[in-house]
């Protein structure tokens, strides 16, 4: 999209556009677990106390995010100065995804250190994903980043609502979190075939 004057049509007729939505309403979510539901998973499903010793397990896993954002950062520079920039970005998301997708061995863990170290691998992978796919929203319409970001924010956060609600009742339900994660897989899925199949440099403003 390269006109002076863009559009809110442009934007909606825009693959990249509904690239960008499509990761950012099966990533985002995933952040409000963590905030949300995290606490109580860890109570109920490893039968740890509501006390310090929680906070100091969720000190941890909030640090692991933390340490995703920094080391993202580095990881898309080593590999910028090798290939393009989208290039750079899809090889951290890629192995962003694989770290998220430890995910899905959390049932199987008996022990709760064993557990830590999986959610600690899935925090800091969605937190390098976020910080590249952030990125992508100045890349879609250059002269229209704010509207971008608002009309993806509308949509990440609409999604995210519905599922916080509807997290409660599949665990209710389910009588557990099993079908959580392995709905969490599935958004992560969706979204990295987003990434490959409507982000691409034709539809990108990338310089």
């Known amino acids: ?33 963590i905030s ?12 740890m106390p509501y006390d310090q010793t929680l906070g100091n397990k969720l000190t ?15 990881w898309y520079g080593g590999w910028q ?7 750079s970005r899809k090889i951290v998301i890629v192995g962003s995804y694989l770290l998220m997708m430890s995910i899905l061995f959390l049932p199987q863990i008996t022990s709760v250190t064993s557990g830590l170290v999986l959610l600690c691998a899935y925090v800091f992978g969605l ?5 590249n796919q952030q990125a992508f929203k100045q890349d879609i319409a250059a002269r229209r980043v704010a509207t ?14 519905f599922l916080v609600q509807k997290v409660g009742e599949i665990t209710q339900q389910s009588g557990g979190y099993n079908a959580i994660f392995g709905l969490l897989a599935v958004f992560f899925t969706v979204s990295l ?3 490959f199949f409507l982000l691409r440099p ?5 310089k």
Request: aromatic share 18%; net charge positive.
């Open 127 to 131: 937190a390098a994903w976020q910080a």
């Open 148 to 161: 971008v970001a608002a009309l993806v924010g509308f949509a990440e956060t609409g999604f995210s609502a």
């Open 193 to 195: 075939a987003a990434l």
């Open 36 to 47: 949300q539901w995290l606490p109580s998973y860890l109570t109920q499903a490893w039968q």
């Open 60 to 74: 941890i896993i909030y640090f692991a995010q933390d340490l995703g954002l920094w080391v993202s950062g580095a």
């Open 81 to 87: 100065k090798r290939v393009s920039i989208l290039r």
């Open 1 to 33: 999209m390269t006109a002076e004057r863009v559009s809110l049509a442009d934007i909606f007729r825009s693959p990249a556009f509904w690239g960008v939505t499509l990761i950012g309403v099966g990533i985002i979510p995933r952040w409000y677990f």
């Open 202 to 206: 034709k539809w990108l403003e990338i």
